[in-house]
């Protein structure tokens, strides 16, 4: 089983029809101060299994690291594809909310690991926001009292 594609976004759903539906991909964040949590992302994946796996079991791993190779935090969990008679290549979309605290501003890594096999990497910058003079992030406005 491969990974077809992976990416971070703010939303995701699939439909009835099938069709995967993405809202807002980013591989970069803006904080004002750290540690700094992004509340919640969505890590978007298409894995892509040839007629061969059908029945299969497969371990998959979500590792996000910084720079170093430190993590930052682990999920894992089994997949069992199904069985199809179509001998056709297998499709499945996976979505995983995540929220994750970033220590410092940097370059992160969310990786994809299949039965211990590093398959994707969906790489994150993390910026420090600029503030003006006033105490506001550059390009916003002071509310109105």
């Given at each position: 089983m491969d990974v077809?594609?992976?990416l971070?976004?703010?939303g995701a759903n699939v439909s009835r029809e099938g069709k995967l539906n993405i809202l807002g991909a980013f591989d970069r964040l803006y904080a004002s101060k750290f540690p700094f949590t992004w509340p919640r992302m969505m890590l978007?994946?298409?894995f892509v299994a040839s007629a061969a796996e059908y029945g299969t079991e497969k371990t998959i791993e979500i590792v996000t690291m910084d720079a170093d190779g430190k993590?930052?935090?682990t999920a894992s969990g089994k997949m069992t594809l199904p069985t199809s008679a179509s001998g056709r290549e297998l499709?499945?979309?996976h979505i995983l909310p995540m929220t994750i605290t970033f220590p410092s501003t940097g370059e992160y890594?969310?990786?994809i690991l299949i039965n211990g096999e590093?398959?994707?990497t969906v790489p994150l910058e993390v910026v420090q926001r600029e503030e003006k003079q006033d105490g506001q992030p550059e390009g916003e406005q002071p509310a109105e009292a």
């Open positions: 077809a594609f992976a971070l976004a703010d978007v994946a298409r993590k930052l935090g499709k499945i979309n890594s969310v990786e590093p398959k994707a």
